[in-house]
């Protein structure tokens, strides 16, 4: 039975880190449509603290994990994601910088940046899963 329990809380656990993936995978899709079709609006922008991840990260995240140092890698990577797609952002938002050759090649470099560290916060997460997942409390990650 104990097994059974330990499977649930780290399934639940992944679904639960999941819907941020998903919500990382949305912003990014979202930010490079808007840049390449010149139709940014300043709402599109989050930074890492105020995303539904960050929210959650930075309050109920590290009361429960803060001692991982899996949880803590995590911080670095999610903070470079959003603040490289901010500045494509902000220059698609402020300058029509897709008009400029070397404007596009620094957009396309930026995001592809962002990805590398999209993915090493997705592997981080699933380094979490797996270290701790088996003892989570769901309760206590929820409320």
Same mark, same amino acid.
């Given at each position: 039975? &104990?097994?059974?329990? &330990? ?14 993936? /998903?919500?990382? =995978? ?58 490289? =797609? ?20 620094? =957009? ?10 999209? =993915? ?11 270290? /701790? ?6 309760? &206590?990650?929820?409320?």
């Amino acid at each position: 039975m &104990q097994k059974t329990s &330990q499977y649930s809380n780290k399934s639940n656990f992944a679904l639960f880190l999941s819907t941020y993936k /998903i919500h990382h =995978i949305l912003f990014k899709t979202d930010a490079y449509s808007a840049v390449v079709n010149g139709t940014v609006t300043q709402e599109l922008k989050k930074d890492a603290h105020h995303c539904g991840f960050g929210k959650w990260y930075y309050s109920k995240g590290i009361e429960l994990f803060g001692n991982y140092s899996t949880f803590k890698k995590m911080e670095a990577h999610h903070l470079k994601y959003h603040e490289l =797609i901010n500045k494509n952002l902000d220059c698609a938002l402020h300058g029509g910088c897709m008009a400029k050759q070397d404007s596009r090649v620094e =957009i396309v470099s930026r995001f592809k940046e962002a990805e590398n560290h999209s =993915i090493e916060l997705f592997h981080l997460m699933d380094a979490l899963i797996d270290e /701790i997942g088996d003892n989570v409390n769901m309760k &206590q990650v929820l409320s």
